[in-house]
């Protein structure tokens, strides 16, 4: 499988051990050696948090092509209403654009999902995670074989699975919901911080 272009390039790691990574977060894993299993482990189970919560997972629905509600304004987790699906293009395109509701046009970016119950909106086109990213309703040991797994991440490393998450919007609004949703745990800052420290212990799954 190919690597999905990233938006820095690699050679831009630095001496210090920082990627130029994007203007919201800082890639700057641990040194190798300096993380034991144990806290690789501790990373993974807020890793998971992150992962498992509505605001990431609600989109990670694999060849189902169906989006999904869930959360605690939705009791229980059921497929996107309106009868929505985003096709092979996970977009939307052979049935109904997602940017159909989902737009992108707003003069005003701090306040555009302001709105309760509205179309949550980001500065760039909105669509479903690619197939093997399915992970709704799996467990942590299945969504992390499935992360360290190269041919289902996209065939990323842990510095590139923490710099996918600086350049995707849709990522970016998980922390920032607004319109009254319960945005994803922690931060994003925190969250790549986990992903590199998992990555350094060697990405250690529970089972191990």
């Given at each position: 499988?190919?690597?999905?272009?990233?938006?820095?390039?690699?050679?831009?790691?630095?001496?210090?051990?920082?990627?130029?990574?994007?203007?919201?977060?800082?890639?700057?894993?641990?040194?190798?050696?300096?993380?034991s299993t144990e806290e690789g482990l501790a990373a993974w189970g807020r890793i998971y948090e992150v992962a498992s919560?509505?605001?990431?997972?609600?989109?990670?629905?694999?060849?189902?092509?169906?989006?999904?509600?869930?959360?605690?304004?939705?009791?229980?987790?059921?497929?996107?209403?309106?009868?929505?699906?985003?096709?092979?293009?996970?977009?939307?395109?052979?049935?109904?654009?997602?940017?159909?509701?989902?737009?992108?046009?707003?003069?005003?970016?701090?306040?555009?999902?302001?709105?309760?119950?509205?179309?949550?909106?980001?500065?760039?086109?909105?669509?479903?995670?690619?197939?093997?990213?399915?992970?709704?309703?799996?467990?942590?040991?299945?969504?992390?074989?499935?992360?360290?797994?190269?041919?289902?991440?996209?065939?990323?490393?842990?510095?590139?699975?923490?710099?996918?998450?600086?350049?995707?919007?849709?990522?970016?609004?998980?922390?920032?919901?607004?319109?009254?949703?319960?945005?994803?745990?922690?931060?994003?800052?925190?969250?790549?911080?986990?992903?590199?420290?998992?990555?350094?212990?060697?990405?250690?799954?529970?089972?191990?």
């Open positions: 499988m190919m690597k999905r272009t990233l938006w820095a390039p690699l050679a831009l790691l630095a001496a210090t051990g920082v990627w130029a990574a994007g203007e919201t977060i800082e890639i700057n894993p641990p040194a190798e050696g300096s993380v919560h509505p605001r990431c997972a609600n989109c990670h629905t694999g060849e189902s092509d169906r989006p999904m509600w869930s959360g605690p304004s939705y009791g229980k987790a059921r497929p996107h209403g309106m009868n929505i699906r985003a096709g092979e293009s996970r977009i939307g395109a052979e049935h109904i654009l997602c940017s159909t509701c989902h737009t992108t046009k707003d003069e005003d970016w701090s306040n555009a999902n302001a709105v309760p119950h509205a179309a949550p909106r980001v500065a760039a086109e909105w669509q479903l995670a690619p197939v093997e990213a399915d992970w709704f309703g799996r467990s942590s040991v299945e969504i992390c074989r499935q992360l360290r797994d190269p041919e289902r991440n996209g065939d990323r490393d842990m510095l590139e699975l923490a710099a996918h998450l600086d350049h995707d919007l849709i990522l970016h609004w998980a922390w920032a919901p607004g319109g009254g949703r319960e945005p994803a745990p922690y931060s994003l800052q925190e969250h790549v911080n986990d992903i590199l420290t998992w990555g350094v212990a060697g990405m250690p799954c529970p089972e191990n």
